[in-house]
């Protein structure tokens, strides 16, 4: 069963093509920094610059964006990883960022050696994104490992950095979820208002870190802020098997299919936003005495369907070869590909919530944030860089 998009005026314009790889520039298309990404490391650096920051998950999506951005900052960035090889792909390796950042290779389920790096890193900043089990399916199927890593793997961080001396501890940022709020039938979420409900292997867990934050600064005086964040999109993202938009990418670019939903999916609404948007969410709250001891939603730019999302990204795609087209680039713009929504079975839609959507005037008062990059042009850098990423890079 299809769902066909609306009508993209491209598709008429450009002639099919033989399953080939997919075409691409030969070059990296790294729009990196965004305007508002850039408006806000010029706002910060003066607060960061020379300050020692460690980023757990840089090697990871979010952290990639976030440990690039405080290295523009003038910060001393540390990158904390269990896979930190050469080989392994990352915006740190494909940014050239390697030789500029101090590097950890540190399973955070390993309390000794977290500790080890809390001591001796003397950071004046954690910025903890680092997650076992990012999605439902990888959750359900190993509970034990997903809480260890999502709820466990902070505890070391806020218990070993308890342990320091007072005017040593380092501000500790943990990378929570929308999904700890749960189905709920009053929305957006309020963090004030809104009950906390979330009853999946990988909602509790961030659930139980979320709260064991504000433990931590309430009852133990160490200076904690959480960031639920709501669906995180753009470049550098290789949660490509399970995460929506990365997935839809490799079914276009690299199978030459339709992007796939789940027919469980089909009357889920979530929250959308570019993810150097949340970079800027990170150094703005950080900087934010204020701030600390607090709990914060990171709202959306874009509050969607996900079948609506996903014909988004076949428009994004469409442009793209439109403007290949413009420009006489005529292996993309006469490259062939499915511009459908192809529906599939799952078992899990017992333990997804139908609708997530957050309020974000509370980091909007305190930080002035708001989100800086529109949908459709952040899924037209985000499909540049997949065109690249699947024509040049060898991917399984």
Not at 252 to 276: G, K, M, N, T
Not at 340 to 345: N, S
């Given at each position: 069963?299809?769902f066909?998009?609306?009508?993209?005026?491209?598709?008429?314009?450009?002639?099919?093509?033989?399953?080939?790889?997919?075409?691409?520039?030969h070059?990296l298309?790294?729009?990196?920094?965004?305007?508002?990404?850039?408006?806000?490391?010029?706002?910060c650096r003066?607060?960061?610059?020379?300050k020692?920051?460690?980023?757990?998950?840089?090697?990871?999506?979010?952290?990639?964006?976030?440990?690039?951005?405080?290295h523009?900052?003038?910060?001393?960035?540390?990158?904390l990883?269990?896979?930190?090889?050469?080989g392994a792909?990352?915006?740190?390796?494909?940014?050239?960022?390697?030789?500029?950042?101090?590097?950890?290779?540190v399973?955070?389920?390993d309390?000794?050696?977290?500790?080890?790096?809390?001591?001796?890193?003397?950071?004046?900043?954690?910025?903890?994104?680092?997650?076992?089990a990012t999605t439902?399916?990888?959750?359900m199927?190993?509970?034990?490992?997903?809480?260890?890593?999502?709820t466990?793997?902070?505890v070391?961080?806020?218990?070993?950095a308890?342990?320091?001396?007072?005017?040593?501890r380092?501000?500790?940022?943990?990378?929570?979820?929308?999904?700890?709020?749960?189905?709920?039938e009053?929305?957006?979420?309020?963090?004030?208002k809104?009950?906390?409900?979330g009853?999946?292997?990988?909602d509790?867990?961030?659930?139980?870190a979320?709260?064991?934050?504000?433990?931590y600064?309430?009852?133990l005086?160490?200076e904690t802020?959480?960031?639920?964040?709501?669906?995180?999109?753009?470049?550098?993202d290789f949660?490509?098997?399970?995460?929506?938009?990365?997935?839809?990418?490799?079914?276009?670019?690299?199978?030459?299919?339709?992007?796939?939903?789940?027919?469980?999916?089909?009357?889920h609404?979530?929250?959308?936003?570019?993810?150097?948007?949340?970079?800027?969410?990170f150094?703005?709250?950080?900087r934010?005495?204020k701030?600390?001891g607090?709990?914060?939603?990171?709202?959306?730019?874009h509050?969607a369907s996900?079948?609506?999302?996903l014909?988004?990204?076949?428009?994004?795609?469409a442009?793209?070869?439109?403007?290949?087209?413009?420009?006489?680039?005529?292996?993309?713009?006469?490259?062939d590909?499915?511009?459908?929504?192809r529906?599939?079975?799952?078992?899990?839609?017992?333990?997804?919530?139908?609708?997530q959507?957050?309020?974000?005037?509370?980091?909007?008062?305190a930080?002035?944030?708001e989100?800086t990059?529109?949908l459709?042009?952040?899924?037209?850098?985000?499909?540049?860089f997949?065109?690249?990423?699947?024509?040049n890079?060898?991917?399984?």
């Amino acid at each position: 069963m299809n769902f066909a998009p609306p009508a993209l005026s491209s598709s008429d314009l450009l002639s099919p093509m033989t399953k080939a790889a997919a075409p691409a520039p030969h070059a990296l298309p790294d729009s990196w920094p965004s305007p508002g990404l850039a408006a806000t490391i010029a706002e910060c650096r003066p607060f960061y610059h020379g300050k020692r920051v460690l980023v757990t998950g840089a090697f990871g999506f979010v952290g990639g964006h976030l440990a690039r951005a405080l290295h523009a900052c003038g910060a001393q960035v540390g990158a904390l990883d269990r896979e930190v090889n050469p080989g392994a792909g990352s915006q740190i390796e494909l940014a050239g960022l390697r030789d500029d950042v101090e590097i950890f290779p540190v399973d955070i389920t390993d309390m000794n050696a977290v500790c080890h790096t809390v001591r001796e890193g003397r950071f004046d900043f954690i910025f903890h994104l680092a997650a076992g089990a990012t999605t439902i399916e990888s959750a359900m199927g190993d509970p034990y490992a997903t809480i260890m890593a999502n709820t466990m793997g902070f505890v070391n961080f806020a218990e070993c950095a308890r342990r320091l001396p007072r005017e040593e501890r380092p501000v500790l940022l943990l990378s929570s979820t929308d999904k700890v709020y749960g189905e709920s039938e009053a929305l957006p979420y309020d963090e004030e208002k809104s009950a906390l409900r979330g009853v999946g292997v990988y909602d509790a867990a961030k659930l139980a870190a979320d709260i064991f934050a504000g433990m931590y600064h309430q009852a133990l005086g160490l200076e904690t802020i959480v960031l639920r964040m709501c669906n995180l999109f753009g470049p550098y993202d290789f949660n490509t098997d399970y995460r929506l938009i990365p997935k839809a990418m490799r079914n276009i670019f690299r199978d030459h299919d339709a992007p796939e939903l789940y027919f469980s999916s089909l009357q889920h609404f979530r929250d959308y936003l570019y993810v150097e948007d949340a970079a800027r969410a990170f150094l703005l709250l950080g900087r934010e005495q204020k701030c600390r001891g607090h709990v914060f939603n990171l709202p959306g730019a874009h509050y969607a369907s996900t079948p609506d999302v996903l014909r988004e990204v076949i428009q994004a795609v469409a442009a793209l070869q439109q403007r290949a087209h413009d420009e006489g680039n005529e292996p993309l713009a006469k490259w062939d590909w499915n511009r459908h929504i192809r529906l599939i079975d799952s078992s899990l839609s017992a333990m997804t919530i139908s609708k997530q959507h957050l309020c974000g005037e509370k980091i909007k008062a305190a930080t002035n944030f708001e989100p800086t990059m529109e949908l459709q042009e952040g899924l037209q850098k985000t499909a540049a860089f997949y065109a690249w990423y699947f024509g040049n890079r060898r991917c399984a």
